[in-house]
C-alpha cells in the first residue's frame, strides 16, 4: 500500500486513513496487512458499488482507525474501524437516501447504521460472517 494509491476507481488510501485528529496529535494511523486487506474488501465490494448505485460523490469521514486514534475520537473498544472494516461516510442528499441506494442496489454489508441528526451512515463488511445486514435507522 502507498498511502495515495488508489484503492478502486473512487476512493485512495489517503482518505480512508486520513484523520484531522490523529494530524493533530501526531498519531501514525496506519494498518498492518489484515487491516489493509479489509480495507481493500470493504472498497472494493461495498463502497465502489454504491458510489457507482448512487451515481454521486460519497464522502468519508471517518475510515480506519489505529486502536489510539479510536480511543482518542470515543469509540468503542471493538469498533469495527480499527479492523478496517467500517467506514463512516456523507453524501450530498441527506445520508437516508444513501440509506436507500444501498438496500436497492442490494449490496453486501454487515451493518448500516443511520445517524440522522449528524447526517452520515456507518457501514460495514466483514471479509466472514456478516450479520445479515443488520440496519439501525
Known amino acids: 500500500m502507498r498511502i495515495y494509491d488508489r484503492i478502486s476507481k473512487d476512493f485512495t488510501w489517503t482518505e480512508m486513513l486520513g484523520s484531522r485528529t490523529a494530524e493533530e496529535r501526531g498519531i501514525e494511523n496506519l494498518p498492518g496487512v489484515r487491516e489493509e486487506r479489509a480495507i481493500e474488501e470493504l472498497v472494493k465490494r461495498l463502497l465502489q458499488p454504491l458510489r457507482q448505485a448512487y451515481g454521486k460523490p460519497i464522502r468519508i469521514s471517518s475510515g480506519y482507525r489505529c486502536r489510539e486514534l479510536n480511543k482518542l475520537v470515543g469509540g468503542v473498544p471493538f469498533s469495527q474501524h480499527v479492523k478496517g472494516e467500517a467506514v463512516d461516510c456523507m453524501a450530498e ?27 452520515f451512515l456507518h457501514l460495514s463488511l466483514r471479509a466472514k460472517n456478516n450479520r445479515n445486514k443488520v440496519i439501525f435507522r
Do not use: C, H, S, T
Not at 93 to 118: H, M, S
Open 93 to 119: 442528499d441527506d445520508a437516508g437516501v444513501l440509506l436507500g441506494v444501498l438496500l436497492a442496489a442490494e449490496l453486501p454489508f454487515d451493518q448500516a447504521i443511520l445517524y440522522r441528526k449528524r447526517n
